[in-house]
C-alpha cells in the first residue's frame, strides 16, 4: 500500500483529498498545525519526515487570508501593507515549502511531490471581486515563487522524484453572494470549482500513470486563465 502524506490535512482541500485517497487505496498519513505540527519550524518538519516515510508528498499547507486570518488589517492598500505582512506570507508558502520538500527528499530517495500553486500564482487577482479588502499582495507573489520552486525541484531531484504543480481555481466553500456572481462571470465554465474536482489530478500524479510528468504545471481552473 502506498504512503503518502498530505500536508494541510484538515483544511477545506486537504481534508477531502486525504479522505479521497484513503477510499482509494493510499495509507494516509495526515500532517496540519491543528494536529499539532507547525511547518514553518524547520526541526518540527525534519522530526516529522524522519518518522514518517512515503512515497508521495501532497502540499497544501498554506498562508491565505481568507482561510487563516492574519493579524495584520484588512484593506491591503499597496502603500499601506506592512513588510512584516509580506515576509510572513513568504515564509509561510515558499521557505517552509521548500523546507518540507527538502526533508521529504532527505527521507525518501524515490517517490513524488505535488505541490500547489493558485490561479494568482498565474494571474493577478481582480480587485473589484474583492472590494474594499483586496486580495494582500503576499498571497498572489508567493503563490508565484511555488510553481519555480517546483521547477527548480523537479530539475534537481530527479530522476528519483518527481515533482508536479497543481494550479487551482477558486473553490467553493463560504464566499459572499457578490463574490461568487463576480467570480462566476470571470469562468468560461460558469462557476467556483467544487472542492472533490481535485481529487482526480492529485491521484493521477501521486500514481505511476503521470511516471513521465515532472516539473509539469497543472492548471485546473475552468477556463479562469485562458482569457
Not at 500500500?1 to 495509507?27: A, C, D, H, P
Not at 470549482?193 to 500513470?209: A, P
Amino acid at each position: 500500500m502506498q504512503r503518502v502524506i498530505v500536508t494541510g490535512s484538515t483544511g477545506l482541500i486537504g481534508k477531502e483529498v486525504s479522505n479521497f485517497l484513503e477510499q482509494t487505496g493510499y495509507k494516509v498519513i495526515r500532517c496540519s498545525k491543528s494536529l499539532g505540527y507547525d511547518l514553518t519550524d524547520e526541526s518540527v518538519a525534519k522530526k516529522f519526515f524522519s518518522e514518517n516515510p512515503a512515497e508521495c508528498l501532497v502540499n497544501l499547507f498554506a498562508l491565505n487570508q481568507h482561510i487563516e486570518e492574519s493579524d495584520y488589517p484588512k484593506g491591503n492598500d499597496i502603500y499601506d501593507i506592512s513588510l512584516d505582512s509580506v515576509n510572513e506570507y513568504l515564509n509561510v508558502n515558499v521557505t517552509s515549502l521548500f523546507s518540507v520538500c527538502r526533508e521529504f527528499a532527505r527521507v525518501n530517495k524515490t517517490g513524488v511531490i505535488v505541490n500547489f500553486s493558485s490561479i494568482y500564482g498565474v494571474v493577478s487577482p481582480d480587485p473589484s471581486m474583492y472590494g474594499g479588502d483586496n486580495k494582500h499582495i503576499g498571497y498572489p507573489i508567493s503563490k508565484c515563487a511555488v510553481r519555480q520552486l517546483s521547477k527548480y525541484l523537479a530539475v534537481n531531484l530527479a530522476p528519483n522524484i518527481r515533482v508536479n504543480c497543481v494550479i487551482p481555481g477558486g473553490v467553493k466553500d463560504s464566499q459572499s453572494e457578490r463574490f461568487t456572481k463576480k467570480y462566476n462571470e470571470r469562468v468560461p465554465i460558469g462557476r467556483m470549482m467544487n472542492v472533490s474536482e481535485l481529487n482526480g489530478i492529485v491521484k493521477f500524479l501521486c500514481s505511476n500513470e503521470s511516471s513521465y510528468c515532472n516539473g509539469g504545471e497543472f492548471l485546473i481552473d475552468g477556463g479562469y486563465t485562458a482569457w
